[in-house]
């Protein structure tokens, strides 16, 4: 993995350090217009489509509906299991912006069970749970754990929030403020990357602190999906 914010820069020096490299995949890219891919993934979130989204900072798009004629392979995240006559609807609504031959995929996101991070504790079904999250759109997150278990307490941060020490004493504040040994905190997989590399994090070494794994399917034609990768690939 290579962290480089000029991608033109990076991908050389990438290449020179591992001449065998076949395939790189660019994680947040599209408007990296220095860097010519062979193939364009355009993400596209089920609940803010680009056809009802504006350019910021009236909305959250950095460039105009038409730039999506770049993508190659258009995939809309987090779409709910049985989204219905609503997959032709974004269909047609986002060909309008789209090449002809551009194809559109659905996937949703499956949860396992929680994980212990700094423990070896299983997790328990009726712990009362403290949330805490640091992604763009953490509805589903909580969502998901109000239905399958008793959320008692939700910390929301910012996408990419860099959490500090004071973070996580308001975290262990309301841990000790329910004062119940069932307690736990549960965090996304993106955030326990981050969690298990900070400093600060061991302020809570007294709380059982778990993260929910996600998986991310295709309602329908996945293969084909695996297909168009593999023949741009070779």
């Known amino acids: 993995m290579v962290v480089g914010e000029e991608r033109a820069l990076a991908i050389p020096k990438l290449l020179y350090t ?65 989204p219905g006559y609503k997959m032709e609807y974004y269909n047609l609504k986002l060909k309008r912006y789209l090449k002809r031959e551009t194809p559109v995929f659905f996937t949703g996101l499956k949860y396992a069970s929680p994980v212990p991070v700094n423990h070896n504790i299983p997790f328990e079904k009726h712990s009362r749970i403290i949330a805490v999250s640091g992604i763009a759109n953490p509805a589903q997150f909580h969502e998901y754990l109000s239905k399958e278990f008793y959320l008692e307490e939700k910390f929301e941060f910012n996408d990419h929030h860099n959490y500090q020490e004071n973070d996580f004493r308001k975290i262990l504040a309301i841990y000790h403020k329910i004062n119940d040994e069932s307690t736990c905190v549960v965090i996304t997989e993106k955030d326990m990357v981050k969690w298990i590399e900070n400093q600060y994090f061991q302020l809570l070494q007294a709380v059982k602190v778990y993260y929910l ?16 990768l593999l023949n741009v690939i070779k």
């Open 18 to 82: 591992f001449p065998a490299t076949q395939v790189i995949i660019l994680d947040d890219a599209f408007q990296h217009r220095k860097v010519k891919c062979d193939l364009n993934i355009l993400l596209v979130d089920y609940h803010k489509p680009i056809f009802k989204d504006y350019i910021l900072p009236v909305g959250r798009l950095r460039e105009s509906r038409w730039g999506a004629k770049r993508a190659d392979i258009v995939i809309i995240t987090k779409c709910p299991p049985e």
């Open 213 to 228: 794994p996600i998986e991310i399917y295709f309602l329908k034609d996945e293969d084909l999906f695996h297909k168009h």
